[in-house]
């Protein structure tokens, strides 16, 4: 198993009091996996994110594990965990510009990282043999004339030349586990479906596991092998891909997929999920999307169901289905 959670609780301290975000989360995945968290903003997908890149704000407080490799990253100090950031863990964020040094050029960037793989893999590559592999990956991300982007610096560049500089270091450390926190939203359509492309290809040449974050279904059908849907801090549905698409169970799984333009449309009118979600500060009572929910009875605003273990690699947190 490439990475494990178990029993992870992550809270927030702040100037209002502490905010619970993360309770008891578990999660499992193997080697070669794609998995996506899906939800909306204030879903707690970031947290889970930040946790297991340990790339969390100081005002976290955060217990139970985080198993990335057999290695428990929750107790680990800077150094310790800087030793397998690269090569062990990589993170995509949704600014690109945030993954690279504004004040180095790219091929200095770009170097570095063939160095670090260099040295921990002793694949023993000298500085010429090691250029060459920069430039062919760079060309392999179909950006024109390599040699020249290295001299750049990333702000003389686009957003989506800069995120497939970010996939090109990913190429060259080759990570077993990245972690991209919707790397396409920033970007158009077109450059979209390329970058969902090679982070496909990362994962069948190289078997690297990848967890997608975003709160486009139709994009994490996509991609990913197995979806996740988050809500309030909870996975509220977790399935195969296709199974969450074509026979979604969960209320909230099922009205986001309502929301998606065109495709899932039953009426003219888009469908879209009323209200907001809550605050951490003031969940509601019972099941946390109950106000939200067209099938809320009783007891669903009186007591929160577990997730339950359904068919298969089916998971589920909703009274119809206890
Ligand atoms: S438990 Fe109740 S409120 Fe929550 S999703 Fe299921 S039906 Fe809706």
């Not at 578990?26 to 297991?52: F, H, P, Q």
């Not at 926190?181 to 390329?194: F, H, K, N, R």
């Not at 969450?244 to 799984?253: E, G, L, Q, R, V």
Request: net charge neutral; hydrophobic share 40%.
């Amino acid at each position: 198993m490439l990475l494990e959670i178990k029993n992870l609780n992550v809270s927030y301290k702040t100037v209002n009091g502490i905010s619970n975000v993360l309770n008891n989360f578990e999660l499992s995945m193997d080697a070669g996996d794609i998995i996506s968290i899906v939800g909306e903003s204030g879903s707690g997908k970031s947290t889970l994110g930040g946790a297991i890149t340990k790339l969390l704000p100081p005002s976290a407080i955060e217990t139970g594990s985080v198993i990335v490799d057999g290695k428990d990253i929750v107790p680990m100090s800077e150094s310790e965990i800087t030793n397998m950031r690269g090569t062990t863990i990589f993170m995509i964020f949704q600014n690109p510009l945030n993954s690279l040094n504004p004040v180095k050029t790219v091929g200095y960037q770009l170097m570095e990282a063939a160095r670090v793989r260099n040295d921990r893999s002793n694949e023993n590559l000298d500085e010429e043999a090691m250029e060459r592999l920069v430039i062919d990956t760079l060309r392999s991300m179909r950006l024109p004339d390599p040699e020249k982007i290295m001299k750049r610096y990333p702000h003389e560049l686009s957003g989506g030349q800069v995120q497939r500089i970010v996939i090109s270091m990913a190429l060259i450390l080759r990570p077993k586990l990245l972690i991209a926190d919707e790397p396409t939203t920033a970007l158009d359509v077109t450059i979209q479906a390329q970058v969902i492309n090679l982070l496909k290809e990362l994962n069948r040449d190289y078997k690297m596991s990848i967890i997608f974050i975003t709160h486009d279904l139709s994009l994490a059908y996509s991609i990913s092998n197995r979806i996740m849907v988050m809500y309030a801090g909870r996975i509220m549905e977790l399935n195969d891909s296709e199974e969450i698409i074509k026979n979604p169970k969960h209320p909230y799984t099922i009205a986001l997929l309502l929301s998606v333009p065109t495709k899932y449309k039953t009426e003219t009118k888009l469908y879209y999920i009323s209200g907001s979600p809550p605050s951490f500060f003031n969940l509601p009572a019972g099941c946390k999307f109950n106000p939200r929910c067209e099938k809320a009875f009783d007891k669903c605003r009186e007591m929160e169901p577990d997730l339950i273990v359904s068919k298969g690699n089916s998971r589920i947190r909703c009274w119809l289905y206890e």
